[in-house]
T-cell receptor, first 113, second 110 residues
Framework: NAGVTQTPKFQVLKTGQSMTLQCAQD?????MYWYRQDPGMGLRLIYY???????DKGEVPNGYNVSRLNKREFSLRLESAAPSQTSVYFC????????????FGDGTRLSIL | EDQVTQSPEALRLQEGESSSLNCSYT??????LFWYRQDPGKGPEFLFT???AGEEKEKERLKATLTKKESFLHITAPKPEDSATYLC???????????FGTGTRLKVLA
């Protein structure tokens, strides 16, 4: 059972470079989420997609864009990376509309020099 | 504003020494409170969902309880393999968003 798959697992970028983090789920879930996790700050929501074709901002969307490519895939793009975006990024998905647990990938560890 | 606070930030226990982790929350219309376990280098792994005050869930050495203001994760006779960070999250009414606490780092010593 693959669940939620994130690629790449690790990445080092230089300031100003761009990249896209990929996320795919095979559970036929409607909702997908992108979080960042920083020491002492917990998981903070960047963007989410309640269903295919919709996306909405979370708590910390500045500097990021997302694309819900289809029901399975939800990508996160950094257009011009900044050192403040050094973090661990997690993708999650949820079945049903409300009050369902989230299923997480194992994260992308991103360092921006 | 929806908010989740977890305490303590870190906890060291001897093997077999039972204890509890706390998750205090403020949310408009609780739809669900969720407990996760996170191991180093991994994503959070779902443990329990609690929906209403008075509800309890158990799994092996873990028991989660819920009141109108807080949830407890009780760990009975922990083992070293229970060492992890435990996260609490809530979802309020009419939203797809989940609010996470900053977690409790648990270390169980053999």
């Amino acid at each position: 059972n693959a669940g939620v798959t994130q690629t790449p697992k690790f990445q080092v970028l230089k300031t100003g470079q761009s990249m896209t983090l990929q996320c795919a789920q095979d559970m036929n879930h409607n909702s997908m989420y992108w979080y960042r996790q920083d020491p002492g700050m917990g998981l903070r929501l960047i963007y989410y997609s309640a269903s295919e074709g919709t996306t909405d901002k979370g708590e910390v969307p500045n500097g990021y864009n997302v694309s819900r490519l289809n029901k399975r895939e939800f990508s996160l793009r950094l257009e011009s990376a900044a050192p403040s975006q050094t973090s661990v990024y997690f993708c999650a998905s949820t079945g049903g509309d409300f009050n369902q647990p989230q299923h997480f990938g194992d994260g992308t560890r991103l360092s921006i020099l | 504003e929806d908010q989740v606070t977890q305490s303590p930030e870190a906890l060291r226990l001897q093997e077999g020494e039972s204890s509890s982790l706390n998750c205090s929350y403020t949310v408009s219309g609780l739809r669900g409170l969720f407990w996760y376990r996170q191991d180093p280098g991994k994503g959070p792994e779902f443990l329990f969902t609690l929906y209403s005050a008075g509800e309890e869930k158990e799994k092996e050495r873990l028991k989660a309880t819920l009141t109108k203001k807080e949830s407890f994760l009780h760990i009975t006779a922990p083992k070293p393999e229970d060492s992890a960070t435990y996260l609490c999250a809530v979802q309020g009414a009419g939203t797809y968003k989940y609010i996470f606490g900053t977690g409790t780092r648990l270390k169980v010593l053999a």
